[in-house]
């Protein structure tokens, strides 16, 4: 757990002189988001408070807005845990990024689109395959696809998928080999985006569509065997 809270006293400068339980949680869920707190883990409610210097009750209410959002558990005279998910939460979570994700490349309208972001977050992924940091790539890719729904321009789709996109790195966590998992679709991040630069929404969409099939029977095959008991 102490590793696991380096960093958040950084974080802290966030909260500004109104601290409040939004933007705990908004620290927390990107934490899940970027892999620090991986399923199962017990949230201290002491070492977290400590680390950003917020309150006991400020703390409790940002855990319950996280466990609204699927992302904690509270086990009675346990504590908070970070949600182990089920095969079908996986097979949820693809299903809203297959509806979401596709629609806002379908709803692009006329090229040229801003990709600036989709750029860097292949340029991540691809330092990330370089220096053998397979949990970056991870992050890389959730970039990705975080900058990709970006593209709509609405605050409410973003805000949806970041509980989304906080949830499938839950599922990554469980993926025995994250390498497997994550480096073939830098390429396949690398050619959506080249389609886009070329003005060919279609494609695209197409691209997208068949990635997320694929990346989705690869992390449940995972699940299934996890559950299981097979290696």
């Not at 601290?19 to 199962?40: C, H, K």
């Not at 996109?165 to 991040?189: G, T």
């Not at 691209?207 to 990346?215: I, N, P, R, T, V």
Request: glycine share 8%; net charge negative; proline share 3%.
């Amino acid at each position: 757990m102490a590793e696991q809270l380096t960093g958040l006293a950084d974080d802290r400068a966030l909260l500004g002189r109104t601290s409040t339980a939004e933007r705990v949680s908004d620290i927390l869920r990107s934490r899940i988001a970027e892999g620090f707190f991986p399923p199962g883990t017990r949230l201290s409610e002491d070492g977290i408070g400590g680390a950003l210097g917020v309150s006991r009750n400020t703390l409790r209410e940002a855990f319950r807005l996280l466990t609204h959002e699927r992302l904690l558990v509270h086990e009675l005279n346990r504590g908070v845990f970070v949600r182990v998910l089920t095969v079908e939460d996986v097979e949820d979570i693809y299903r809203t990024r297959r509806l979401v994700e596709c629609a806002v490349v379908r709803g692009l309208g006329d090229p040229p689109y801003d990709v600036t972001g989709l750029a860097d977050a292949v340029t991540e992924g691809r330092r990330s395959a370089r220096d053998g940091d397979w949990k970056g790539l991870g992050t890389a890719n959730i970039h990705f696809h975080r900058e990709l729904v970006s593209l709509a321009g609405s605050e409410r789709t973003d805000e949806l998928m970041r509980s989304v996109f906080a949830e499938l790195r839950l599922a990554f966590h469980v993926v025995d080999d994250p390498r497997a998992l994550h480096e073939p679709y830098l390429a396949r991040n690398r050619q959506i985006l080249e389609t886009l630069e070329a003005g060919d929404r279609d494609a695209a969409e197409r691209l997208l569509a068949g990635y997320l099939e694929d990346s989705l029977e690869r992390v449940v095959e995972v699940y299934r065997r996890r559950v299981a008991g097979t290696p």
